[in-house]
């Protein structure tokens, strides 16, 4: 069965931002081929192909997210499969992660990593990859979440220095479960303010888990949990990086300074909004 590959451009066209890359991926995915060394022209389908690469477009333009369609999306350096159990790793999210590296790198003697809320691994699995000394430790409420993660720590072939933990944070004995210190913790935890979610963009609030969204009536919630935690679990010297948002950061350094952390420094993404919150056990 023939498709023109610009047609599938147009059905796509004002519905999505990018639907030739769109097209391309989808196409790929369908064929099992790169996306990149696709013929934008004519192509040549199986029914079955043809049959899949229509449920990929209607799905797509019903709002599903394209990585959870797809089922795996590039982040930092990697590839990681994601399904509707985890939030799909964000480019904003790579800031935490090159900051992370960047500190590991000027601190050779750090061998652990603790990773709270850990979904899909993205940001604890990334440091992994990249530092072959390092060890971790990923947490998550969400049992689905961390079967996710677990499959993409295989993938990537860190799941012999990697123990994911099935534990929510706010239990009162969650120190003394982890029942150790860590060099570096790292977080993108749910910070959305409660009555914020119906607002949120369709692909958003209906294909990623509330869980990993809703940060209580002000949004920090986990924060200031977290900040309860920090100096237990942190080894002295150590560091946490938390992702914040929009119009968050302040609040959130306040938080963990009235915990008796340091504030390093905020470091902001690409589009110069302040993400990253980095702060030290003294």
Not at 97 to 109: D, F, G, T, Y
Not at 190 to 208: G, R, T
Request: a negative charge; charged letters at 20%; proline letters at 5%.
């Amino acid at each position: 069965m023939e498709i023109d590959f610009n047609h599938i451009v147009s059905r796509l066209s004002g519905k999505v931002s990018s639907p030739r890359l769109e097209a391309r991926l989808m196409i790929g995915s369908v064929l099992n081929q790169d996306a990149d060394s696709l013929p934008l022209g004519k192509l040549e389908l199986t029914a079955e192909q043809y049959q899949a690469l229509m449920h990929l477009i209607e799905q797509r333009l019903a709002h599903w997210p394209l990585d959870k369609l797809l089922r795996h999306k590039d982040f930092y350096k990697y590839n990681f499969y994601v399904d509707s159990n985890v939030l799909s790793p964000r480019p904003d999210t790579e800031i935490l992660v090159e900051q992370a590296a960047s500190i590991l790198a000027s601190h050779p003697e750090f061998g652990s990593v603790l990773d709270l809320g850990t979904g899909s691994g993205c940001i604890l699995l990334s440091l992994l990859a990249d530092f072959p000394h390092l060890c971790g430790v990923g947490v998550d409420a969400s049992a689905s979440a961390l079967q996710v993660a677990k499959q993409n720590a295989a993938a990537l072939g860190v799941s012999a220095r990697v123990d994911f933990l099935h534990l929510d944070w706010f239990a009162t004995d969650f120190a003394a479960r982890l029942g150790r210190k860590f060099a570096l913790i790292t977080s993108n935890p749910p910070y959305i303010p409660s009555q914020d979610i119906a607002s949120l963009d369709d692909e958003v609030k209906n294909h990623d888990p509330l869980s990993a969204l809703d940060g209580g009536a002000d949004g920090f919630d986990s924060y200031r949990r977290q900040a309860e935690l920090a100096p237990e679990l942190l080894q002295d010297g150590g560091y946490i990086l938390l992702e914040g948002g929009i119009g968050q950061h302040e609040q959130i350094a306040s938080v963990f300074i009235q915990a008796g952390l340091t504030h390093i420094s905020t470091v902001p993404d690409l589009a110069g909004i302040p993400r990253c919150i980095i702060l030290q056990k003294q």
